[in-house]
């Protein structure tokens, strides 16, 4: 990230840093003064390390139970600890850690109580350990980052392990890998930041073995998510969720992603409410895998390979509520001829009131020759896809009851049985359906 030097050190230069702390008993607080315990530290505009300086203010600051006010101006740093009940308050945009001989800016390791606010952690790409993060913490309990900018890292910017707290009103960019990567969380809130230029994930939430999580991402704005790292959807997400329940995902702007907006891998019980989606360069909100229950609901999803996927039957993925989520200009994928499938499901689930736009093949899609079972939908409305409606109609696959959906514009039919990606039989909005055992359809309109 570019710095304005002189900007930066403009109030900066000559400035003191105090930390004072009262001894006054409550008995007795007007009539004895203060006493203060000063230490000054001048910003030396990144060209002299000032990290032993630093950490001794910051002992300083928390032993003494006042708040350490940096200065505008640039530190360099590295390698700093934070304890217990430490509080650093910056200059908001102008205060700058700047990444300094070590494999990281800042870290919290099972401290209670840190609060870190209007700070910019610059790691000036400089090379890091794999998986390192400007700023780390572990077991740490009251964390609270706020108002800080996290930039130009080599690999991770923010890097949680068993932490509880808030990081909110941050702005997280230029990333080789995660923006801010929480692992086994204690009651983590994450909301109101910006996460963009990554190179991996904007956020990820995971645990090390399956089990409650319950982090709330919300009101945050993600954008462009590459996926440099390769594979096949573990990379190349805004919000990407594995093994971690109850979390709930709400309210999110979320665009230009290289795979998903939203990735929930073997959760439980998450929610993905009320996210704005664009531009997504697979299926935009992917619930996947041994996941086990989804409630999907209230997203507006605007150019993307695919809408909303809830499948993996096979791996024991099921039981979802997709619900009341727009659903429009959808695309095959280069290269692959993947996707194009608005919404798509396959166990367990209720799919209502949804409506579907333009997609190149199917509106809604259940099932998977024998991965289906007890599938309802209704009440959906479905415009200008080339088939309206395709249900698995094979041998040993579960039952689906599709009514009172409304299907128009559709090239191929509106509802078409199919034996694994071929659409078979009539079209059984038109048509009975009756020779297929474990389809009930009935009501719809095609037109």
């Not at 999803?301 to 099921?318: E, L, M, P, R, Y």
């Not at 599709?402 to 559709?410: A, K």
């Not at 059984?428 to 009930?440: G, K, P």
Request: glycine fraction near 14%.
């Amino acid at each position: 990230m570019p710095l304005d030097r002189r900007d930066l050190m403009l109030g900066g230069f000559g400035a003191g840093l105090a930390l004072s702390a009262s001894a006054a008993t409550a008995a007795d607080t007007s009539d004895a003064p203060a006493p203060q315990s000063t230490f000054d530290i001048v910003p030396a505009g990144g060209e002299l390390d000032q990290s032993a300086t630093l950490q001794v203010a910051i002992q300083n600051a928390a032993s003494s139970g006042t708040v350490l006010t940096l200065p505008a101006g640039i530190y360099a740093v590295g390698g700093l600890d934070l304890p217990s009940g430490i509080a650093i308050q910056g200059v908001p945009g102008r205060t700058v850690l700047k990444l300094s001989g070590a494999d990281f800016i800042l870290k919290a390791n099972g401290a209670d109580g840190v609060s870190l606010n209007g700070l910019i952690l610059d790691g000036d790409d400089q090379p890091l350990p794999q998986d390192a993060a400007l700023f780390e913490a572990k077991e740490t309990r009251h964390l609270e980052i706020a108002n800080c900018r996290v930039f130009n890292s080599a690999e991770n910017g923010i890097a949680l392990q068993a932490c509880g707290g808030r990081i909110a009103f941050c702005e997280i960019g230029k990333i080789a890998k995660t923006g801010l990567f929480s692992n086994d969380a204690v009651g983590l809130e994450i909301a109101h930041n910006t996460v963009r230029d990554c190179g991996d994930n904007g956020i990820q939430v995971w645990r090390s073995e399956p089990g409650d999580d319950g982090t709330l991402i919300h009101a945050n704005r993600i954008q462009r998510i590459e996926a440099k790292s390769g594979g096949s959807g573990q990379y190349g997400n805004g919000i990407n969720i594995f093994r971690a329940g109850a979390v709930v995902v709400s309210n999110n702007r979320i665009a230009d992603c290289a795979y998903s907006a939203v990735r929930d891998n073997t959760g439980k019980n998450c929610q993905i409410l009320g996210n704005s989606c664009s531009r997504l360069g697979e299926t935009a909100i992917f619930v996947e895998f041994a996941f086990d229950g989804a409630v999907i609901a209230n997203n507006v999803i605007d150019t993307a390979s695919s809408g909303i996927s809830v499948t993996n039957f096979n791996k024991g993925g099921h039981l979802a509520v997709v619900q009341g989520n727009l659903v429009r200009n959808l695309f095959f994928r280069k290269g692959t001829g993947s996707g194009g499938i608005g919404i798509a499901a396959e166990a367990d689930c209720s799919v209502t009131g949804n409506v579907v736009e333009r997609s190149p093949g199917y509106g809604l899609f259940f099932g998977w020759y024998s991965y289906l079972r007890d599938i309802a939908a209704t009440g959906n409305l479905i415009r200008n896809c080339h088939i309206g409606i395709g249900v698995s109609a094979d041998g040993e696959a579960g039952f689906a009851l599709i009514t009172d959906n409304m299907i128009s514009g559709s090239k191929d039919g509106a509802i078409r049985a199919m034996n694994g990606p071929k659409p078979i039989g009539p079209d059984l909005a038109a048509s009975s359906a009756e020779s297929f055992r474990n389809l009930a359809v009935y009501s719809n309109v095609g037109i």
